[in-house]
């Protein structure tokens, strides 16, 4: 019985070997994001010319929009508004705003040292039973800027293990599914949050232009699912991939942890109190019915508070990061904190470069009518077969998770996904609120972070790892990752049904379902 149970296995093992490689072949072959991008839109050009031919239509649910047409954009007019508009696209992406603000606060953090001390910090004053969840909870946090979690913890948990005895791998898988598989939890805003609601915004207002998605519509989901990707992480590495790799016998010498420096306790303990300090002022404004980022009316939804809430995350991560910085001396004057700032904005040139061809093939599928006529016949055939409810968004997140199998960046798969599905779900029946459908987007992206090469840090974890055993590749690390993508896959869309059947919203301004204006 054993032998047959061995023999299974390695023959599965094969076939997933052989099955990740045609993966990772076809992943290379894709174009960079943003060359797909300017394909996609020339294709998008060439479909309105081509569907605008054969008079392709959709009647709009709305009696009084009446029947929607393609939009040629090969035709005179559709020429001279794309003439006059690239640059608008560009600019009025949100997107692109919204995260070079946020960048603004997160790089100070990163620059001054704070995010890494708060990771030490976090993972050093844990018991040794703790160690494990502690390193998960780490990664999770982590998310609010994610170079922090994949170039410091990573590595770290790897070595933390080792130090502790342990297998080094299972660290660093605990710390990897915390950072990558979290990408859909955390109990903290970060970058990707606004980059993600702007993409959202932009897909909702092809159905309703006045919807305006908002940086902490997931919030409230994000918060239950940091618990479910805690446990998960915990369990899979203790009880599965931690056996499983058995007893480290590398030769790789222990490395002694470093404890925080005397500067960098007192600097997180007085950021820690400048945050608290910041978030009382910040209640003040929108808890009193009197407060001054309420509406006249009192209303906190759609109030100047959430209007604004980039500008408030922004400071959440400036305020402690400039008041550590200034306490452990790598802020000295002005000029070491514009540094830290500018440091960080020079990684986002291939962001922008990205953002302005992503830009470009959303409004010319918005301005094409294409997106609105696939989302009312999408719908309508969705509603055919009878397929909506609960099961429409589970299978939703099984798309998105298998999508990310061959293309790795989150935001160049949410702008091509958002369009069709975001306007699709909101013209069902029961239409379903952009925020719900971004909640099961960023489910499906996390639950396959972890096993997909086409993660831009795959690399970089497999250098991690052979540094404790040179033979480690990506079949080590997919094979020691796909417990954990099995299980949040379980556990996450359990979670997003029982949500859904309970009626939750998915956080403020994020019911389940959209109620046209």
């Not at 922090?148 to 342990?166: D, E, N």
């Not at 790799?245 to 942890?257: A, F, H, Q, R």
Request: with cysteine.
């Amino acid at each position: 019985m054993k032998k047959a149970f061995t023999v299974i296995r390695t023959f599965l093992s094969r076939v997933l070997s052989k099955s990740l490689d045609y993966v990772e072949v076809i992943g290379n072959k894709l174009p960079h994001p943003a060359t797909l991008f300017g394909l996609l839109a020339i294709l998008v050009i060439l479909l309105s010319w081509l569907a605008s031919l054969i008079n392709v239509s959709a009647v709009h649910p709305d009696p009084e929009e009446g029947v929607v047409v393609v939009n040629n954009l090969l035709s005179g007019s559709g020429i001279r508004w794309m003439y006059e508009n690239i640059l608008h696209n560009f600019l009025a992406f949100p997107p692109l705003g919204y995260v070079l603000v946020v960048m603004v606060g997160i790089g100070l953090a990163e620059g001054t040292g704070l995010f890494a001390s708060m990771i030490k910090s976090l993972v050093l004053s844990s018991p040794p039973r703790l160690i494990t969840a502690a390193v998960v909870l780490a990664g999770i946090v982590s998310g609010v800027a994610v170079e922090a979690g994949y170039v410091i913890l990573i590595p770290l948990g790897a070595m933390i293990f080792h130090a502790l005895g342990r297998h080094p791998m299972a660290g660093l898988a605990a710390a990897f599914c915390g950072v990558s598989g979290g990408f859909g939890a955390n109990f903290i805003i970060g970058s990707a949050d606004p980059m993600l609601a702007g993409i959202s915004t932009t897909a909702a207002q092809i159905v309703d232009p006045e919807l305006i998605v908002n940086p902490v519509v997931n919030y409230y989901f994000m918060i239950a699912s940091s618990f479910v990707v805690l446990f998960v992480g915990t369990w899979v590495t203790e009880k599965i991939v931690e056996p499983r790799l058995g007893k480290y016998d590398g030769n790789v010498e222990k490395l002694t942890i470093e404890e925080l420096s005397p500067a960098e306790k007192k600097g997180l303990r007085w950021a820690g109190i400048s945050l608290v300090l910041f978030f009382i002022l910040l209640a003040l404004t929108v808890v009193p019915e009197n407060g001054i980022f309420r509406n006249e009316d009192g209303e906190v939804l759609n109030s100047p508070f959430f209007n604004g809430i980039i500008f408030g995350i922004l400071l959440m991560f400036f305020i402690p990061a400039l008041v550590y910085g200034i306490i452990v001396g790598t802020i000295k004057n002005d000029k070491d904190m514009i540094k830290h700032i500018s440091k960080s904005m020079s990684t986002m040139g291939a962001y922008i470069v990205l953002v302005f061809f992503a830009a470009q093939f959303i409004f010319f599928f918005n301005e094409s009518n294409l997106g609105l006529i696939v989302a009312i016949k999408g719908a309508s055939g969705l509603e055919r077969i009878g397929f909506t409810g609960p099961m429409l968004i589970v299978s939703f997140v099984l798309l998105s998770g298998f999508i990310n199998m061959f293309m790795g960046s989150a935001s160049a798969k949410w702008a091509i996904m958002a369009p069709v599905f975001i306007p699709m779900f909101m013209y069902l029946d029961n239409a379903y609120h952009p925020g719900l459908t971004q909640a099961a987007f960023r489910i499906g992206d996390s639950i396959t972070n972890l096993i997909t090469p086409m993660m831009s840090y795959f690399a970089l974890i497999v250098t991690f790892a052979q540094k404790y055993n040179e033979k480690y590749g990506i079949g080590t690390i997919i094979s020691t990752m796909l417990p954990y993508s099995i299980m949040l896959t379980i556990f996450w869309i359990g979670l997003l049904f029982a949500w859904m059947l309970l009626g939750i919203p998915v956080g403020p301004e994020g019911p389940l379902f959209y109620t046209p204006s």
